[in-house]
């Protein structure tokens, strides 16, 4: 079964400095993976997507993520947050092509960035 | 063209009542999703749904919930006797193709139980 594990519940950081948020999945098959963005009271909006073809995905908002696929992680970074990235950050799971329908989520991070 | 529609944004039920959740898809999306977020949890699938068919139910609970999407109208998910623990964040999702890497949620509907 697939799982996916964020291994910070919280980040918290300075305006302007860089920020890394860490996600591992487990699968026995090839997978997408995802970022979701969620603030404050409202839905996930999807950030970047790795389907397949290169490693390094860019996504909006500055962000960007890597799919290492030796290491099974698929990391989120941003080189210099601002105050309005504060929200919490989902990594999600899929089987490829022609597999599952769900995406399965890890508990997310909350960032907050302070000035 | 307006995105995924959810309501009630909130809703707020007494132990022993019934909710219902409604999901109106993006123009043209013909599968819906409904994922559910408990307190410090990641979201949780529960039901994929095309019109009139239950695809795939494997989440939701045994008893009490049940999803619908009719031929015509939103798609309704519906949790009778509610307790204490169905409190949560109910997002719904759509596509206009079936796969995980091609869907829009809503901004969900949060049911809470008094």
Known sequence: AQSVTQLDSQVPVFEEAPVELRCNYSSSVSVYLFWYVQYPNQGLQLLLKYLSGSTLVKGINGFEAEFNKSQTSFHLRKPSVHISDTAEYFCAVSEGQGGSEKLVFGKGTKLTVNP | ?114
């Open chain 2, 1 to 114: 063209n307006a995105g995924v529609m959810q309501n009630p944004r909130h809703l707020v039920r007494r132990r022993g009542q019934e909710a219902r959740l409604r999901c109106s898809p993006m123009k043209g999306h013909s599968h819906v999703y409904w994922y559910r977020q408990l307190p410090e949890e990641g979201l949780k699938f529960m039901v994929y749904l095309q019109k009139e068919n239950i695809i795939d139910e494997s989440g939701m609970p045994k008893e009490r919930f049940s999803a619908e999407f009719p031929k015509e109208g939103p798609s309704i998910l519906r949790i009778q006797q509610v307790v204490r623990g169905d409190s949560a964040a109910y997002f719904c999702a759509s596509s206009r193709v079936s796969g995980a890497n091609v869907l829009t949620f809503g901004a969900g509907s949060r049911l809470t139980v008094l």
